[in-house]
């Protein structure tokens, strides 16, 4: 009896300690952009072609179009290359979600991610949301600050930020 009550006491204990490792974090940003969402959906519609819109991309290269399964190599300024799949693609709704297939510390402190972006009408214009979901770059228990979980949530924040700024320039001005 004296076991199991030892035995009962450290798994209670157990349960008690904290939890080590990384938690998923997650990121959102949006903008509104002054044309129709058919309009703006003709530029972000197009999955490979991320380079024609978003500043801090260098150059982006796809393979498979829109199909689930297509893939994009895209080059960053800040150096390295983001390698990612597409999920699911609806045009109709004007939305598509992906995921990053291969991390690379040198293009976003992070180990791995999804995320989805998706055009809707808002007034007489559009609203373009930019979601993900993203584990630090490093999953240990604890990561240096360039990998740790405030390092992703900051990249990829600027990435969607300035990805929306960059869209929203590209689609306005017309360029």
Not at 59 to 78: H, I, P, Q, W
Not at 149 to 173: C, I, N, P, Q, S
Request: charged fraction near 20%; proline fraction near 6%.
């Amino acid at each position: 009896m004296r076991l199991f009550g030892a035995a009962l006491i450290l798994g209670l204990l157990a349960t008690l300690a904290p939890a080590h490792g990384p938690t998923p974090q997650k990121i959102e940003a949006s903008t509104a952009i002054a044309a129709p969402p058919q309009k703006v959906w003709a530029v972000l519609g197009d999955f490979g072609g991320i380079g024609g819109w978003h500043p801090a991309v260098v150059t982006s290269e796809g393979s498979g179009g829109t199909a689930n399964g297509a893939t994009r190599a895209v080059t960053l300024k800040r150096g390295g290359v983001l390698r990612e799949s597409l999920d699911e693609y609806d045009a109709g709704r004007m939305t598509y979600s992906y995921r990053l297939s291969e991390p690379d510390l040198a293009a976003l402190p992070v180990s791995s991610y999804s995320a989805t972006i998706a055009v809707t009408p808002d007034g007489a214009g559009s609203r373009v949301a930019w979601f993900g979901r993203f584990y630090r770059g490093d999953t240990g228990n604890e990561p240096p600050e360039e990998l740790n979980d405030a390092a992703g949530r900051a990249a990829m924040k600027a990435y969607f930020e300035t990805g929306l700024a960059g869209l929203k320039a590209k689609v306005e001005g017309g360029s």
